[in-house]
């Protein structure tokens, strides 16, 4: 699928956004509605991972840090000026120039794989603890006090463009949120089937050989990265305002588990997985902690183990070779051989 | 002065506790290339198995140094076989897969201890150093990181195993090809990490208390200190606690600990910025 000029997953996430949008409040309460928002707008976050990492090439351990900082500027923001539209840029403007920062740092270094990972992590680390560590008066950007472990309270919704007085309703926040997912969708896949994208996919496929074709593969995962960085972000924006308030939790190491296992679930190299997998993991969360039986960890944690172990290539792509009738690919048993792929490489570098 | 000595003791049992948190990590990463992101977890094991010993009356040192890394030991031939051995040379693969199981036994514990923090009281009391009342306990964890490094160095230079595993890591099908059987030896390398890594859960537990979320404090730092070291595990190891924890401490004693927390990982970034393959990737190759 990855390439081809194929438009009909386009039209058919037009035609699901816009059935969701008119249909489901006609036939669900307004907290129905509420608990249907928040799996658009998480949806919107798995997106942005599921382009870095499976289009990109580019697995951060920390891409919860965009989607905090998105929630952050926009409370920061709506409180300050009153008037949301600038928050609203702000909410993807911070974390994008922030990923074009560290991307920056990360690509032009040529650090990759694993030690991409640790900075990664590194970075969400560094902002969880100073996060946290902000409860004092003194720490207030503008008249917001940044409020510590409790984060910031009362964060006002989102409004439409020009009238301040006009604040979105449930119904709106969630005909908002659906179309924003439905739009990032389109976007990427529209991005992905472009030259650059393409680019992109062959700079993950072989960074070699991509660079002798005379691409800058810095470049193009810079872009890449602030992309993500940037949707991630607005993903934290509608958070805020779906909740209210943000605190250093969308910091938290979890939070970007959660998100990595989304996408691991649904199908790295696929936009319509991390999707299914983001909404059936969070549906999963959800029935298991309304029983209050079983842990919680306990089931992600099957989950991710048995996903990885049984599915490597994850739900969508497997159903789909399985529709084509096909079995998938019998992986070599890896034990046999051996450490392969890392001895070849290190024998590379000696 | 006594100030002074006080503050060179925190120092040097910081970088003697990131020793020990890491040491573990670094044998699995540095002999078979696998992150093993469930290693908090196994630190938060063997503080539980120590702790569950201690009360079951059990001598508390041996809790400490036999059980502990004994239990973790087997969970990590458990953990080798049914999960890391089918994913050899994939490495972001395992790290999924141990990031799963570190949530798996993150809920077990729960499950089975609750979440609360269970404890044991240290048992070695305070002693003076001139005025400063320190810690004994502080000198116990230094010698058994001592202890674990010249154990290392002499397992993996001066024995039999050691010079295999270390011909495995260097050329697994060569080996193979002289008779040798890389599975197995990953499994005891496995093994002899996750044994470590008891180890250190157990020394650590009756400073820090044990809950089931323990490994998340642990796992990043120890994370960073062997990816910042490299792929040498000893050097590698030392070179990089070494670095972090001066870090850490002096930044603690200056500000706050969460200040120092920072000051830790953003030296971490600007060092991998500096040596993107570890501080061994560049210098002291070629050793242990």
Not at chain 1, 68 to 94: D, K, P, R
Not at chain 1, 249 to 267: P, R
Not at chain 2, 211 to 223: C, E, H, M, R, T
Not at chain 2, 238 to 255: K, P
Request: proline share 4%.
């Amino acid at each position: 699928m990855i390439g081809s000029r194929n438009y009909w997953p386009i039209a058919a996430a037009v035609i699901a956004a816009l059935s969701a949008i008119v249909v489901l409040p006609a036939i669900y309460d307004e907290y129905s509605l509420l608990q249907l928002t928040i799996y658009a707008i998480l949806s919107v976050l798995a997106l942005s991972l599921a382009f870095i990492w499976g289009y990109g090439g580019i697995l951060s351990f920390g891409h919860a840090v965009f989607f905090g900082l998105g929630a952050y500027s926009y409370a920061i923001g709506a409180i300050n000026f009153g008037e949301t539209t600038i928050a609203l840029l702000l909410s993807m403007v911070i974390p994008g120039l922030f990923a074009a920062a560290l991307g920056y740092f990360l690509f032009y270094g040529r650090i990759s794989d694993v030690y991409l990972g640790a900075i990664t992590l590194t970075v969400t680390l560094i902002f969880f603890n100073l996060a946290s560590s902000t409860s004092g008066p003194e720490y207030r950007v503008g008249r917001v006090p940044l409020g510590g472990f409790n984060g910031i309270p009362s964060i006002p919704q989102l409004n439409v463009p020009g009238f301040p007085d006009w604040t979105l309703s449930t119904t709106e926040l969630f005909a908002l949120s659906v179309a924003t997912l439905a739009l990032v969708y389109i976007g990427l896949r529209l991005l992905i089937n472009s030259d650059f994208g393409r680019i992109v996919v062959a700079i993950k496929e072989n960074e070699v050989r991509a660079e002798l074709l005379g691409y800058d593969a810095r470049k193009y995962k810079l872009v890449t990265f602030v992309i993500g960085g940037a949707i991630a972000g607005l993903a934290g924006c509608l958070f805020a305002n779906w909740g209210g308030f943000t605190s250093p939790a969308v910091f938290a190491l979890g939070q970007s588990v959660q998100i990595i296992i989304w996408v691991v679930v649904g199908g790295v190299g696929t936009l319509a997985g991390p999707v299914i997998g983001c909404v059936l993991i969070q549906w999963l969360t959800n029935s298991l902690a309304s029983l209050n039986t079983v842990n919680n960890n306990l089931i992600m944690g099957g989950i991710l183990v048995v996903v990885v172990l049984m599915l490597p290539q994850g739900l969508v792509p497997t159903i789909a070779r399985l529709a084509r009738g096909r079995r998938p690919v019998q992986r070599l048993d890896a034990a046999t051989k051996g450490l392969g792929g890392a001895s070849t490489k290190s024998e590379a570098r000696a | 002065m006594d100030y002074l000595i006080a503050v060179g003791l925190e120092v040097v049992s910081g970088i003697a506790s990131l020793v020990l948190i890491s040491i573990g990590l670094a044998v699995v990463f540095g002999m078979m290339k696998v992150i093993n992101l469930a290693h908090g977890e196994f630190l938060m094991m063997g503080g539980y198995a120590t702790i569950t010993a201690a009360n079951a009356g059990v001598n508390i040192w041996v809790s400490i140094l036999l059980i502990a890394p004994l239990v973790v030991g087997l969970i990590g031939l458990i953990v080798e076989r049914f999960v890391i051995r089918r994913l050899y040379g994939r490495v972001i693969d395992t790290m999924l897969a141990t990031w799963g199981l570190s949530l798996l036994f993150i809920g077990l514990a729960t499950t089975v201890f609750g979440n609360t923090t269970a404890g044991i009281s240290s048992p070695l009391g305070p002693v003076n150093i001139g005025h400063v009342g320190v810690s004994a306990y502080k000198f116990f964890i230094v010698a058994v990181a001592l202890a674990v490094i010249v154990a290392l160095y002499s397992l993996f230079k001066l024995s039999r195993f050691g010079l295999v595993a270390r011909a495995t890591m260097q050329n697994a099908a060569m080996s193979s090809a002289l008779g040798v059987e890389p599975p197995r030896v990953y499994a005891a390398t496995f093994a002899i990490g996750s044994a470590l890594a008891g180890l250190a859960g157990g020394v650590l537990a009756p400073i820090t208390g044990v809950v089931p979320s323990l490994g998340a404090a642990f796992v990043a730092k120890a994370f960073i200190t062997v990816i910042g070291g490299g792929s040498t595990v000893l050097v590698g190891t030392l070179s990089a606690s070494g670095i972090f924890a001066t870090v850490n401490q002096l930044a603690s004693f200056a500000t706050t600990p969460v200040i120092g927390e920072v000051a830790l990982l953003g030296s971490a970034i600007i060092l991998l910025r500096l040596l993107p393959h570890g501080i061994t990737g560049r210098f002291f190759k070629g050793r242990i």
